[in-house]
């Protein structure tokens, strides 16, 4: 191993134990980042306070540190700091106020614009590629990876995230307001900043549901039992929140949405962008 590398080796080690993670480290123990992440809920109201240049900068950081395929990196994050954007954007993702009212608003764009113009500077044909199903899925995870990491940063310095997937309500009015070229989908958006309100946490599928060993469980009869008894969790989470008004299930909650088509324009707007075409 490089010397380099066994100084990084020593250094990564240190700021772990600084941060006591190292002796916390052990297989099913918490430590503070686990708690963070553990306890992730949505924020939708947030106090009337900007996030500090180095809140940013340690939150875009964060985002890419994140794994990247290949090193490609396939991806940009736009941070909104100009009001009338944040106001018009607000109206465009179906009228959210808190894509207007918050400490700070990004949006994670899939992005193989910078890789186009990589083709010229290295005289190779980069485009049967960059205009590939493969590549364009690339973009969607690094954009993913790199936005997961941005929000458990802003969590773990007591911010409150909300992603804003109503983004893709309207590509084209997005696109105009913050100027993407071809090769470029603005994803969805994060909403960061100081928690006003702090929501419950809503209670994911049980581990046992989602986590399979070896084999996919393919039974329906086990995956429609499992999915009764996640609804009764559902349903008494919901009565508890609002005093009895309230008992959906989750699997009429879903129902209910995937009856509806969505975005039925996203492949046409893809493919104009020049992604996912062979
Ligand atoms: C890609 C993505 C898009 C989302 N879009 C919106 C949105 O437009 N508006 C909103 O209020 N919440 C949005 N959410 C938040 C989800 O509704 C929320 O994560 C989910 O209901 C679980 O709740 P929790 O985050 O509080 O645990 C989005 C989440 C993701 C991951």
Same mark, same amino acid.
């Given at each position: 191993?490089?010397?380099?590398?066994?100084e990084?080796?020593?250094?990564?080690?240190?700021?772990l134990?600084?941060?006591?993670?190292?002796?916390?480290?052990?297989?099913?123990?918490?430590?503070?980042?686990?708690?963070?992440?553990?306890?992730?809920?949505?924020?939708r109201?947030?106090?009337?306070?900007?996030?500090?240049?180095?809140?940013?900068?340690?939150?875009?950081?964060?985002?890419q540190?994140?794994?990247?395929?290949?090193?490609?990196?396939?991806?940009?994050i736009?941070?909104?700091?100009?009001?009338?954007?944040k106001?018009?954007?607000?109206?465009v993702?179906?009228?959210?106020?808190?894509?207007?009212?918050?400490?700070?608003?990004?949006?994670?764009?899939?992005?193989? @614009?910078?890789?186009?113009l990589?083709g010229?500077?290295?005289?190779?044909?980069?485009?049967?590629s960059?205009?590939?199903?493969?590549?364009?899925?690339?973009?969607? %995870?690094?954009?993913?990876?790199?936005?997961?990491?941005?929000?458990?940063?802003?969590e773990?310095?007591?911010?409150?995230?909300? @992603?804003?997937?109503?983004?893709r309500?309207?590509?084209?009015?997005?696109?105009?307001i913050?100027?993407?070229?071809?090769?470029?989908i603005?994803?969805f958006?994060?909403?960061?900043?100081?928690?006003a309100?702090?929501?419950?946490k809503?209670?994911?599928?049980?581990m046992?549901h989602?986590?399979?060993?070896?084999e996919?469980?393919?039974d329906?009869?086990?995956?429609k039992?499992?999915?009764?008894?996640?609804?009764?969790? %559902?349903?008494? @989470? @919901?009565?508890?929140?609002?005093?009895?008004?309230?008992?959906?299930?989750?699997?009429?909650?879903?129902?209910?949405?995937l009856?509806?088509?969505?975005?039925?324009?996203?492949?046409?707007?893809?493919?104009?962008?020049?992604?996912?075409?062979?």
């Amino acid at each position: 191993m490089a010397g380099h590398d066994q100084e990084d080796l020593k250094s990564f080690r240190s700021s772990l134990k600084k941060d006591g993670l190292l002796h916390r480290r052990e297989a099913g123990k918490m430590n503070d980042l686990i708690e963070t992440i553990l306890n992730h809920r949505s924020v939708r109201d947030f106090e009337d306070k900007p996030l500090s240049k180095e809140q940013i900068e340690t939150i875009v950081k964060s985002a890419q540190a994140a794994s990247t395929s290949s090193f490609i990196q396939a991806y940009s994050i736009i941070g909104v700091s100009d009001r009338s954007k944040k106001e018009k954007l607000a109206e465009v993702v179906g009228n959210q106020p808190y894509v207007a009212n918050n400490g700070h608003f990004l949006v994670f764009c899939a992005d193989l @614009y910078r890789h186009s113009l990589i083709g010229e500077m290295e005289g190779s044909n980069v485009f049967p590629s960059i205009e590939s199903t493969e590549k364009f899925m690339v973009s969607l %995870i690094d954009a993913a990876l790199a936005a997961q990491n941005a929000a458990i940063a802003a969590e773990s310095m007591g911010l409150g995230i909300c @992603y804003i997937g109503g983004i893709r309500n309207n590509l084209e009015a997005v696109e105009e307001i913050l100027k993407t070229p071809d090769y470029v989908i603005p994803l969805f958006g994060m909403a960061i900043g100081h928690p006003a309100k702090l929501n419950d946490k809503k209670p994911r599928l049980p581990m046992n549901h989602v986590y399979m060993e070896n084999e996919y469980e393919q039974d329906p009869e086990v995956l429609k039992e499992q999915l009764n008894s996640y609804n009764e969790l %559902i349903s008494a @989470y @919901y009565k508890e929140r609002t005093g009895g008004t309230r008992a959906d299930t989750w699997t009429g909650q879903m129902g209910q949405m995937l009856e509806k088509k969505s975005r039925m324009y996203m492949n046409d707007y893809v493919s104009k962008k020049k992604m996912n075409l062979r």
